[in-house]
């Protein structure tokens, strides 16, 4: 089993249209948690932290649920500029050692 | 946000040739850094990573003979492709984390084709 799997997508919706993504986890010591937005040819960036209580930025709300061990993503309102892959990401230490685990991504297509 | 500086952007080389990507990070102090690698159409891999001032430990699978890691400062760390063969042409992209639990910020990515 993979440390971070999420759906495997390819996701597309019209736009106006709510998507949501889902991650899971299987290290119970993770201790931090991102989603990261990644377009096609370019670096990684960050979309958002993602907190126990949940986190709302705009259009974008992410949940962690600790219990079961996975995030979510959910999209409102999608925009065509919203098409990209959507990369979950877990931190935690191993010893001293910090590993940041990725998961493969989502990829989202925002049609007209 | 925090910026991570990652050269060269794109670079070509000759078979046989060894190659040098810096990664720094510019605004804060990088304690763990790490390096990816990702092929066309396909999720990053995780190749290494390195904490400041000890040895990078190497993903499963990743030669650390061939793909050499320096994290001599806490704003710096390069990776050095040795040898390089058609077969490692790809997109490297370092990120650079700082203190426990906050997030980690990727440099550029830097485009290595080798003809």
């Known amino acids: 089993r993979k440390e971070v799997e999420q759906d495997p997508g390819p996701f597309n919706v019209p736009e106006g249209a709510t998507v949501a993504f889902n991650c899971t986890y299987s290290?119970?010591?993770?201790?931090?948690f991102f989603w990261y937005r990644q377009d096609c040819r370019k670096e990684p960036k960050l979309l958002m932290s993602?907190?126990?209580s949940g986190n709302e930025d705009g259009r974008f709300t992410a949940q962690l649920n600790r219990a079961s061990q996975y995030i979510s993503l959910l999209i409102r309102d999608s925009k065509l500029s919203d098409s990209a892959t959507y990369l979950c990401?877990?931190?935690?230490?191993?010893?001293?050692?910090?590993?940041?685990?990725f998961g493969s991504g989502t990829q989202l297509t925002v049609l007209p | 946000g925090a910026v991570v500086s990652q050269h060269p952007s794109w670079v070509i080389c000759k078979s046989g040739t060894s190659v040098k990507i810096e990664c720094r990070s510019l605004?804060?102090?990088?304690?763990?850094m790490f390096w990816y690698r990702q092929f066309p159409k396909q999720s990053l891999m995780l190749m290494a990573t390195?904490?400041?001032?000890?040895?990078?430990?190497?993903e499963q699978g990743v030669e650390k003979d061939k793909f050499l890691i320096n994290h001599a400062s806490l704003t710096l760390s390069t990776l050095t492709v040795t040898s390089a063969h058609p077969e490692d042409s790809s997109f490297y992209i370092c990120?650079?984390?700082?203190?426990?639990?906050?997030?980690?910020?990727f440099g550029q990515g830097t485009r290595l084709t080798v003809v």
């Open positions: 605004d804060f102090q990088a304690t763990t």
């Open positions: 290290n119970s010591a993770s201790q931090s």
């Open positions: 990401v877990v931190t935690a230490f191993s010893g001293s050692a910090r590993q940041l685990t």
């Open positions: 990120s650079a984390a700082g203190q426990e639990g906050t997030e980690a910020f």
């Open positions: 993602v907190y126990s």
């Open positions: 390195s904490n400041e001032g000890s040895k990078a430990t190497y």
